[in-house]
């Protein structure tokens, strides 16, 4: 099993800049690559930043390339998300995965609200 904890998120103007992180606990070692998704109101959850641990090759959604930078620290079992540049439509619940596209685990989400 693997827990994790997201943090980091808030209510801030458009423009401005935030940082999510994301700290996992547990069976660390079966994790090879952590993605950040995101869910507006009335909205799928989609795919924002992805990021292979082994290597540090990241993808991005289109409507956030230039914008947010995902990163990650292994010696912490840690991956950031910086947000620069926030826009209004950048609103929703933020969730950190581990491995989303086989046998994923969430973490439990961070509120992002992004004021105009």
């Known amino acids: 099993q693997v827990q994790l904890v997201e943090s980091g998120g808030g209510l801030v103007q458009a423009g401005g800049s935030l940082r999510l992180s994301c700290v996992a606990s547990g069976h660390t070692a079966s994790i090879y690559t952590m993605g950040w998704f995101r869910q507006a109101p009335g909205k799928e959850r989609e795919l924002v930043a992805r990021?292979?641990?082994?290597?540090?090759?990241?993808v991005y959604a289109d409507s956030v390339k230039g914008r947010f930078t995902i990163s990650r620290d292994n010696a912490k079992n840690t991956v950031y998300l910086q947000m620069n540049n926030l826009k209004p439509e950048d609103t929703a619940v933020y969730y950190c995965?581990?491995?989303?596209?086989?046998?994923?685990?969430w973490g439990q989400g961070t509120q992002v609200t992004v004021s105009s």
């Open positions: 995965c581990a491995n989303p596209f086989s046998s994923p685990y």
């Open positions: 990021i292979f641990l082994s290597g540090g090759g990241t």
